[in-house]
């Protein structure tokens, strides 16, 4: 049975795409609830505490991967889309626990995405070939 047709009218490159829109939604919310926090990283680096080098390239540089994942789930053929979206839905849960902030509102974004980005691993590691389907 082929995993496309479970959902009419949308395909694997369409719900990945579309995942990485809601993911993204919720890193940029949960970035702007942090703004409102004192106690958080990124209100510290606001007041003045500095960032090491190339920090803030880091962050624009993780940052950008799920941006990108979201035309790439598009336009990439199935075998590099699925590697693709595993790889940088994996690089981004780390970084997205890494973040380690135990305020609820951070806890509870960070739980979202998650839970998110698992579902975009699954989607893409069980992605059937359609060639197999004929």
Known sequence: MNPDKQTPGM???????TLWIFVL??????DILSLMDPA????????????PPGGLLAGAILMETPIA?????????????????IIVAAIN?????A?????P??????????I?????VWLAWKWADPEAYG
Do not use: H
């Open 25 to 30: 939604f919720n890193m940029v919310y949960a």
């Open 105 to 114: 509102y951070y806890v509870f974004f960070a739980t979202i995405e998650v």
């Open 40 to 51: 958080s990283p990124i209100r510290r680096v606001m007041q003045g505490v500095p960032l």
């Open 11 to 17: 395909d694997t490159e369409a719900k990945l795409s």
């Open 93 to 97: 849960m780390v970084a997205v626990i």
């Open 99 to 103: 973040g380690e902030q135990a305020r």
């Open 69 to 85: 994942m979201v035309l790439l789930s598009r336009v990439l053929q199935r075998k590099a889309n699925r590697w693709a979206n």
């Open 116 to 120: 998110c980005m698992s579902v975009i």
